[in-house]
């Protein structure tokens, strides 16, 4: 039982650059999350989503696009990157969008 | 707005002292409020939420409404406890968190 899964761990890009950041749950949570966390700050929401297809901006979503297209699957992408997206982003998921989040082990990015 | 404030970054302490980590929040409404904790290399994980008004590890946390506080405390302080802590505020199905505290225990 995995829990939930961040993919890749690590990532340096370039600035202009694009990807996909992953998260896999094996829980069968309906609500997932997309947060960073960046010294000072704290952990900030990015987007989230209440069920399979839907999807709802947090507090700084902008740079940012989300998709759920699977239950299990909550994906991350940054379109055009910029050294300010440079940050530990972090993955969970909750079966009730209460308190009880299982966080994956992150994914530290490097915008260069 | 909805808010969290941890106005600490780093608590530093010594072993056996006691600990209290601040926490105040915002928020229009009853409040349910939660601790996390991040040990290095781990992930975060739920220390704490005060509608259980449970102790873990030590660590309780009250919530005082009319001074908007949840702080977290642990009478004597152990090297282990020594980690990252997010003070965190429920809202419409998600988490709001606050910028966390480093808590540091020294030998």
């Known amino acids: 039982n995995a829990g939930v899964t961040q993919t890749p761990k690590f990532r340096v890009l370039k600035t202009g650059q694009s990807m996909t950041l992953l998260c896999a749950q094996d829980?069968?949570?309906?609500?997932m999350y997309w947060y960073r966390q960046d010294p000072g700050m704290g952990l900030r929401l990015i987007h989230y989503?209440?069920?399979?297809?839907?999807?709802a901006k947090g507090e700084v979503p902008d740079g940012y696009n989300v998709s759920r297209l699977k239950k299990q699957n909550f994906l991350l992408g940054l379109e055009s990157a910029a050294p300010s997206q440079t940050s530990v982003y972090f993955c969970?998921?909750?079966?009730?969008?209460?308190?009880?989040?299982?966080f994956g082990s992150g994914t530290r990015l490097t915008v260069v | 707005a909805q808010r969290v404030t941890q106005p600490e970054k780093l608590l530093s302490v010594f072993k056996g002292a006691p600990v209290e980590l601040k926490c105040n929040y915002s928020?229009?409404?009853?409040?349910?409020l939660f601790w996390y904790v991040q040990y290095s290399r781990q992930r975060l994980q739920l220390l704490l939420r005060h509608i259980s008004r449970e102790s873990i590890k030590g660590f309780t946390a009250d919530l005082n409404k009319g001074e908007t506080s949840f702080h977290l405390k642990k009478p004597f302080a152990q090297e282990e406890d020594s980690a990252m802590y997010y003070c965190a505020l429920k809202s419409a199905g998600k988490l709001i968190f606050g910028q966390g505290t480093t808590l540091q225990v020294k030998p």
């Open positions: 928020y229009s409404g009853s409040p349910e």
């Open positions: 989503s209440v069920g399979e297809g839907t999807t």
């Open positions: 829980m069968n949570h309906e609500y």
């Open positions: 969970a998921s909750s079966q009730t969008g209460d308190y009880g989040y299982t």
